[in-house]
Nanobody, 123 residues
Framework: QVQLVESGGGLVQAGGSLRLSCAASGRTFSMYTIAWFRQAPGKDREFVAAVTGADNKVYTDSVKGRFAISRDNAKNTVYLQMNSLKPEDTAVYYC?????????????????WGQGTQVTVSS
């Protein structure tokens, strides 16, 4: 059973930065694609970024140039560095994992999900 645990959320002013972490269990962590999704109140869950086992990275357009995803396979951890935060980035951020070599923006393709961490950006 895979477990994903997010941390690093909090309250920050617009223009500030946060770094989210996703710690995963499992011996074959390096083989999986890990992604971040987010869900704001009253909205659907949306894709933010993903990193494959080959370290290929994909971002949604609204965070390109501001967010950076990275992975440390030795620590079974994926990070999401979020800079120049905006109030519209406010959401619960979820870490998720899928097998296979391709990153996808479809939430239905992912197998395991963390409990989420709240990010609130004040104006």
């Amino acid at each position: 059973q895979v477990q994903l645990v997010e941390s690093g959320g909090g309250l920050v002013q617009a223009g500030g930065s946060l770094r989210l972490s996703c710690a995963a269990s499992g011996r074959t962590f390096s083989m999986y694609t890990i992604a971040w999704f987010r869900q704001a109140p009253g909205k659907d869950r949306e894709f933010v970024a993903a990193v494959t086992g080959a370290d290929n990275k994909v971002y949604t357009d609204s965070v390109k140039g501001r967010f950076a995803i990275s992975r440390d396979n030795a620590k079974n951890t994926v990070y999401l560095q979020m800079n120049s935060l905006k109030p519209e980035d406010t959401a619960v951020y979820y870490c998720t994992q899928k097998s296979g070599i391709l990153a996808t923006m479809a939430a239905s393709a992912y197998d395991y999900w963390g409990q989420g961490t709240q990010v609130t950006v004040s104006s």
